[in-house]
């Protein structure tokens, strides 16, 4: 049993499920990977500088006030004016403060403990700070620590600012990527959107077209070649194969011919059940042939040769096809069609019936006006079809009471050729059921439809003249 057919590619896509939003979603993710690895790195390096520049400034300003305290030469003796640095203050060796600035923002008074840490950070009144001692030599404070600390605000919102940069890069950066890299995709893959557009209205009855390529050398350009290759090899292929079918029927329909006129002449004289059977059997083979011939011709070179026949003409000829079908409804109108293909479509499916009912079962074959229609039913007591099968059954070779495959696919070609259509199922009471309806003709017509003679000499019409 075949596998269902995929969704056709002009069905539209989600735009999560997308090729474009995926390479998108890909690159943003590379991008945010990006961003944070390099922007964390630029950041690390951005704030230990800072840091360094700022260590060093506080190392000079701590160098200078050693200096100028420990020499007498700079004239300053024991003052720690403002004008030096009012956070700053001499400890002894107890850690007790013996020198502080008269104005400082730190709360230092001579005689305190002294309340922070020598070297590293700290907070005074909200204010961030970072201090760094030195060893004092010289005539006045040897043996002493001078304290030196400036404010790191700075440094603080400098490495605040930055985190919330690269939090801001991190976020921002990604979604403009995913945006544009999705509009950008709807650009760069228009041509392979377009591709699968053509690509599903290829019928692989007829001879396939080439796809139209980029004018870009991309990879875009050489899937679609790819694709216009395999085209070409297809079409050459289903060429052979018609041809191949078509010499195979021709062989075969001259013998058949002849065995089935001897078969209906020997039937015709003796009687003899047998013969009779073996007459229905070629019949059979007559019309896989001829199932066979419209395959390998395609649909396109079916003309329909019309005429204005009684119902009842056509019920005769199919109970002589298929024995022991029940006929319902009304079959005394008028029908305009083709009749050896209108026989043709229904002999298939009352055919599929039989087999699928067996030879104790029930077909039944119904007529009746629905609208501006007229609807043909064919009921069976069968197993009815699979689930699975669904439309798939009207496909070429695909079977689901044994035969060819090929009798619902060209039925469902005659319906269409004749204005109709062709659908099928399951029925309420069980067992498939078929419904080929074509156009009523005769539904407005005036007295004049009575004129009409079933012998009036055919005459061959192309199905386009007549759609």
Same mark, same amino acid.
């Given at each position: ?68 305290? %420990? ?16 956070? %700053? ?123 139209p390529l980029p004018n870009r050398q991309d990879e875009v350009h050489r899937l679609i070649s790819a694709i216009n290759r395999l085209l070409v090899r297809i ?172 009798g619902l696919s060209v039925s469902r070609q005659i319906a269409a050729l004749h204005g109709g259509q062709l659908t099928g199922g399951n029925g309420p009471a069980?067992?498939? +059921? ?24 055919? +005459?061959?019409?192309?199905? %386009?003249?007549?759609?």
């Amino acid at each position: 049993m075949p596998a269902p057919l995929p969704t056709p590619s002009n069905a539209k896509v989600a735009w999560h499920e997308s090729l474009r939003f995926r390479l998108a979603l890909a690159f943003s993710l590379v991008t945010l990977v990006l961003v944070t690895l390099v922007g964390g790195a630029m950041m690390t390096l951005l704030l230990r500088g800072m840091d360094t520049q700022f260590q060093m400034r506080l190392a000079d300003r701590a160098d200078t006030l050693s200096l100028r305290l %420990s020499s007498p030469s700079e004239g300053l003796g024991e003052s720690l004016g403002p004008a030096l640095d009012n956070f %700053s203050a001499v400890l002894d060796e107890g850690g007790k403060v013996i020198l502080a600035p008269k104005d400082s923002s730190l709360p230092l008074q001579i005689g305190d403990q002294f309340p922070y840490p020598l070297d590293g950070d700290l907070m005074s009144g909200g204010v961030p700070f970072r201090g760094l001692s030195r060893r004092l030599t010289g005539s006045f404070f040897e043996g002493q620590t001078l304290w030196v600390a400036l404010p790191s605000e700075s440094l603080l919102d400098a490495r605040e600012a930055a985190r919330r940069a690269l939090l801001l890069a991190m976020i921002v950066t990604p979604l403009l990527t995913l945006l544009l890299g999705y509009l950008l995709g709807q650009r760069m893959l228009s041509h392979l959107g377009r591709a699968a557009e053509l690509a599903d209205q290829i019928d692989p009855a007829h001879s396939v077209a080439a796809l139209p390529l980029p004018n870009r050398q991309d990879e875009v350009h050489r899937l679609i070649s790819a694709i216009n290759r395999l085209l070409v090899r297809i079409d050459a292929q289903q060429t052979r194969e018609k041809a191949l079918l078509g010499q195979i029927v021709h062989e075969l329909g001259a013998p058949l011919t002849v065995l089935k006129a001897t078969l209906d002449r020997a039937g015709e004289r003796s009687g003899d059940p047998e013969i009779q059977k073996a007459a229905l059997v070629t019949d059979e083979l007559t019309f896989t042939t001829q199932d066979l011939m419209q395959l390998a011709r395609g649909d396109l070179d079916m003309k329909l040769v019309w005429h204005l026949i009684h119902a009842g003409t056509l019920r005769d000829r199919l109970e002589r096809l298929v024995p022991g079908t029940e006929y319902a409804g009304d079959w005394s109108g008028m029908i305009l069609c083709d009749p050896d293909r209108l026989t043709q479509a229904l002999r298939n499916l009352l055919a599929n019936a039989r087999r699928a009912a067996g030879p104790d079962g029930r077909v039944t074959l119904t007529l009746e006006a629905v609208g501006d229609q007229l609807q043909f039913t064919v009921n069976d007591s069968g197993p009815g079809l699979p689930d699975d099968l669904g439309e798939s059954i009207f496909d070429p070779f695909v079977s689901g009471s044994g035969s060819s495959g090929l009798g619902l696919s060209v039925s469902r070609q005659i319906a269409a050729l004749h204005g109709g259509q062709l659908t099928g199922g399951n029925g309420p009471a069980g067992g498939a +059921e078929f419904r080929l309806s074509i156009p009523d003709a005769l539904l407005d017509s005036g007295d004049d439809d009575d004129d009409w003679a079933e012998d009036d000499e055919p +005459e061959a019409t192309p199905v %386009s003249a007549l759609h």
